[in-house]
T-cell receptor, first 119, second 112 residues
Framework: GAVVSQHPSRVICKSGTSVKIECRSLDFQATTMFWYRQFPKKSLMLMATSNEGSKATYEQGVEKDKFLINHASLTLSTLTVTSAQPEDSSFYIC???????????????FGAGSRLTVL | QKEVEQDPGPLSVPEGAIVSLNCTYSNSAFQYFMWYRQYSRKGPELLMYTYSSGNKEDGRFTAQVDKSSKYISLFIRDSQPSDSATYLCAFHPQGGSEKLVFGKGTKLTVNP
């Protein structure tokens, strides 16, 4: 249980185009999903928290207009990189939370990640 | 002082060795402790999860938490080449933000 599917796994695009990445919770409902970015040999950097039916909450330094997040249903969140530039090339990973066995605990299940290369 | 400290390695061990991975943290509000394993070019997967001091064992893996010292460890017994991955510690406060705080990860290579 608690599977998160992310698509596409890999995308190559030209500068200036927009790229959409989908994140789906397959066997549970996720009211909250998280989008991370990971550079080579670096840890996960939280970009934004996606809440179903409301606006995403972005971390400091993350451009809202560059990284559009939509969480239209309890099982789907999308990240759109608008007017992608080479510096946006990175590994983007989504995750969804589900309740751990202990009350109050939140455990994240991650998607497999999407590698974006902007030429 | 950083909120989470994790030695990035890399750590290279022979097959069958016992591996010890560690993280220290400074935030006393952290109440839940997790270890994630991340294979190259993949998303992290949850390995171990605990919320109390002491040891928790799952197969070849043992998670150890020492809240008084703010120190957590992951032990891997009889390490296998398939254990080669980056291991990330993660922390979550009780009743606080839902955001997890991650360590930078330790890259482990188990040589056959």
């Amino acid at each position: 249980g608690a599977v998160v599917s992310q698509h596409p796994s890999r995308v190559i695009c030209k500068s200036g185009t927009s790229v959409k990445i989908e994140c789906r919770s397959l066997d549970f409902q996720a009211t909250t999903m998280f989008w991370y970015r990971q550079f080579p040999k670096k840890s996960l950097m939280l970009m934004a928290t996606s809440n179903e039916g409301s606006k995403a909450t972005y971390e400091q330094g993350v451009e809202k207009d560059k990284f559009l997040i939509n969480h239209a249903s309890l099982t789907l969140s999308t990240l759109t990189v608008t007017s992608a530039q080479p510096e946006d090339s990175s590994f983007y990973i989504c995750s969804a939370r589900y309740r751990g066995p202990a009350s109050g605990a939140n455990v994240l299940t991650f998607g497999a990640g999407s590698r974006l290369t902007v030429l | 002082q950083k909120e989470v400290e994790q030695d990035p390695g890399p750590l290279s061990v022979p097959e069958g060795a016992i591996v010890s991975l560690n993280c220290t943290y400074s935030n006393s509000a952290f109440q839940y402790f997790m270890w994630y394993r991340q294979y190259s070019r993949k998303g992290p997967e949850l390995l171990m999860y605990t919320y109390s001091s002491g040891n928790k064992e799952d197969g070849r893996f043992t998670a150890q938490v020492d809240k008084s010292s703010k120190y957590i460890s992951l032990f891997i017994r009889d390490s296998q080449p398939s254990d080669s991955a980056t291991y990330l510690c993660a922390f979550h406060p009780q009743g606080g933000s839902e955001k997890l705080v991650f360590g930078k990860g330790t890259k482990l290579t188990v040589n056959p």
